[in-house]
């Protein structure tokens, strides 16, 4: 088949040869018809003949507060990739589905990649729940190209997913990292992230607060959460948060506002990550401690004038709170107090806040052997010692 070169349509060189004759026509037209006056049409066509490009108006240097977000941008963004999920078809004759797109930042000079676990999610495509993962990961590093990736260590109760992309070491830069227990409320704070799969994308703002708790994908609280009104839209997800320096101090995780595009951000502490991401790397998931109590709810353990600790609800029979003589609240057939619980006031020699921060410490460092608590138990001090048994069942954070 021969293809005819392509030429402009008759009508469009017609409208080219008329368009000088078209305008004082319309012109005069208008004049006609009282919308303008004879001058004001030929101030108009005068003006038509003198139209040519403005000239650029100089400027002096950038701002110094300008130049140094140019610059962070620019080295950061080396650290920062792309990451998308794969599901693959069930039937060989159907293409593999796209399950979503979010952002990652290198952790370290061994290939490893964190983001918020609800990147590599695939909940949206399978209906299967939140904690289906894709079956495969691509991910796009700083220099375009995209290499496969493998989720090596999860949390979901931090929302913490640490990737091995399997790309040359030499080309994944880890972004330096801050502490976060330093931040101080009013001081400047960056997010950059591929929002709505956009390449690399810098906002700025502040830090609003800090010590903030969010729910996980399990329900249970993050503590210690930093609080920004940097935008953060859907797509920043799992991106990193930093300081004026160009210092990691969080990952970006959450929106909370109308359809969670627009609101109040929150991060993920850098001191929560950096101790719970080298144990993700090491085994895989945090491990889990069985003791054999459960905690009262704050709400409820307020109303009673608990402020400082724990104060235990229930204890399991033959666990190892029981055989220590943990005593849990107990009710009478009414719901009223009979007697209040053991208020944990201390593990270890470290104060007890509530009991988040409690089973914080026991999934970061499990403990092993023998662990020590401080207890008051009806207006008196005392000590409780708990033997720890290993786990009944290997924690399942996947179904």
Excluded: C
């Excluded at 491990?287 to 009673?304: C, D, H, K, Q, S």
């Excluded at 402020?307 to 003589?325: F, I, K, L, W």
């Amino acid at each position: 088949m021969r293809l005819n070169p392509i030429t402009p349509s008759r009508n469009f060189l017609y409208s080219v040869l008329i368009a000088s004759s078209v305008a004082p026509a319309l012109l005069s037209a208008q004049a006609a018809e009282g919308k303008i006056t004879t001058r004001e049409a030929d101030a108009i066509q005068r003006a038509r003949k003198g139209a040519k490009p403005r000239p650029v108006a100089p400027r002096a240097s950038l701002l110094s507060a300008e130049q140094n977000a140019v610059k962070l941008f620019r080295n950061a963004k080396q650290s920062v990739v792309y990451i998308t999920s794969i599901v693959l078809a069930a039937n060989p004759k159907m293409e593999d589905a796209p399950a979503g797109t979010g952002t990652g930042f290198v952790w370290d000079d061994q290939g490893h990649v964190v983001t918020n676990q609800h990147v590599v999610n695939t909940d949206a495509v399978k209906g299967q729940g939140p904690t289906d993962e894709a079956d495969m990961l691509n991910v796009t590093i700083a220099n375009g190209k995209t290499y496969k990736a493998q989720v090596i260590g999860r949390s979901l109760s931090y929302d913490i997913a640490v990737l091995q992309v399997f790309a040359p070491l030499e080309s994944l830069k880890p972004l330096p990292l801050g502490k976060s227990t330093e931040l101080l409320v009013g001081q400047t704070a960056y997010a950059i992230g591929n929002p709505y799969g956009l390449d690399h994308t810098l906002t700025s703002g502040i830090v609003s607060a800090l010590n903030r708790e969010i729910s996980s994908s399990l329900g249970n609280a993050i503590r210690g959460v930093i609080q920004t009104d940097a935008a953060i839209n859907p797509g920043n997800s799992g991106g990193p948060l930093l300081d004026s320096a160009g210092r990691l101090i969080g990952m970006n995780t959450s929106v909370i506002g109308p359809g969670n595009r627009a609101g109040i951000g929150f991060a993920i502490p850098v001191d929560t990550l950096n101790r719970v991401v080298p144990l993700l790397i090491a085994r895989g998931q945090l491990e889990p401690v069985y003791l054999g109590f459960t905690a009262l709810i704050p709400a409820y353990a307020r109303a009673m004038g608990v402020t400082q600790g724990v104060m235990v609800s229930d204890v399991e029979a033959d666990s190892p709170a029981a055989r220590a003589g943990l005593r849990p609240l107990r009710l009478d057939r009414e719901g009223h107090v009979v007697a209040p619980g053991d208020i944990l006031l201390t593990y270890q020699g470290t104060a007890i806040q509530n009991g988040v921060q409690l089973f914080d410490l026991l999934e970061v460092e499990p403990p092993k052997g023998a662990v020590v608590f401080d207890v008051l138990r009806e207006g008196k001090l005392g000590k409780i010692t708990m033997h720890v048994d290993p786990p009944k069942e290997p924690k399942k954070e996947r179904p």
